[in-house]
């Protein structure tokens, strides 16, 4: 699922393997926002199912104690905020379901219209971890799509299209990706550069540091294209030939 720049042909994709219940998925979504305003890069989202079938789970004490010192320590070197209503609101709720799967169908669902996957990721994060919503109920990811400004019965066709049997396949067809990339985990990202083999990036030691992100990548991209092979092959009018 790509997303990329509207007024730029990509000529590289960033692959971003993350999980909406991810913690340090979230620490790096400044990172990933500032990948995607670089112009003729796309963004390639790959969603990993962390808590989807039989990983999901109800909140509990127990998940409240496990996850809050990774919660600080995200806050702490990313700069990300957490709101009371998530701290003292939904890690209290023990009615509320951690399930990936939705809001992965949402996110796919907001690709199909528009290309607004990214930005709607972007709020389901902001949602859980900031104001402690529900970001399993289908309620509130139409809310949160409304919110984007999408039309609400095009999101609850596309949503309905996109749960169930499409978003499995996507979650299998991205942890197949990890492994090839030997990724340990979410978030992973690699970037690709024409047809070139995806490199994996090292995005945890720029957290918090979105303008040495941006330099990092441009250097990359640079890079990457330098050492490119030239292109050649046929196509419609002609053929090309390697310099």
Do not use: K, N
């Amino acid at each position: 699922m790509t997303t990329a720049p509207a007024t730029t042909a990509p000529v590289a994709r960033l692959h971003y393997l993350y999980d909406p219940l991810c913690g340090w998925c979230y620490a790096v979504a400044p990172l990933i926002a500032t990948a995607a305003r670089l112009p003729g890069l796309a963004i390639e989202l790959h969603a990993g199912g962390m808590m989807a079938g039989a990983q999901r789970r109800h909140v509990g004490r127990d998940w409240r104690e496990y996850v809050l010192p990774h919660d600080r320590r995200i806050a702490q070197l990313s700069g990300q905020p957490f709101g009371e209503a998530y701290f003292d609101g939904l890690l209290l709720d023990e009615a509320a379901l951690l399930d990936s799967e939705p809001p992965i169908a949402a996110v796919l669902a907001a690709h199909t219209l528009g290309g607004r996957g990214l930005e709607l990721l972007q709020r389901i994060q902001r949602a859980h971890y900031q104001h402690g919503r529900r970001i399993a109920e289908p309620a509130t990811l139409r809310a949160l799509a409304l919110e984007l400004g999408l039309d609400g019965d095009a999101f609850d066709i596309a949503f309905a299209a996109q749960l169930g049997a499409p978003s499995q396949a996507h979650i299998e067809a991205s942890r197949g990706l990890l492994r090839r990339l030997g990724g340990h985990g979410f978030p992973t990202v690699a970037l690709e550069v024409g047809g070139s083999t995806a490199a994996s990036l090292d995005i945890g030691r720029y957290l918090g540091q979105p303008e040495a992100w941006r330099a990092h990548l441009l250097e990359r991209l640079a890079g990457l294209r330098a050492a490119a092979p030239a292109a050649f092959g046929c196509a419609a009018d002609g053929c090309a030939l390697p310099a």
